[in-house]
């Protein structure tokens, strides 16, 4: 996995996690869905990264 693309896997995951919290505390539904969105997004490329790279070897 090139430390680029889990870099941004990972900064996805956390402002994922991020906004998901904040905006649970402000009662806002939708941009806690965006929120939980943008962190499924993040684990997704990470898996994608990964198995890209078990696949080289």
């Known amino acids: ?3 680029k693309e889990k870099a941004k896997a990972k ?3 956390i402002v994922g996690k ?3 919290k904040t905006a649970r505390v402000q ?3 939708s941009t806690e869905a965006k929120g ?3 962190g499924l997004r993040g684990k997704a490329r990470e898996r994608k990264e990964k198995g890209k ?3 080289k070897h």
């Open 36 to 38: 939980a969105a943008l």
């Open 1 to 3: 996995m090139s430390a």
């Open 27 to 29: 009662g806002k539904k």
């Open 18 to 20: 991020a906004m998901q």
């Open 53 to 55: 790279d078990f696949f």
């Open 11 to 13: 900064a996805e995951q």
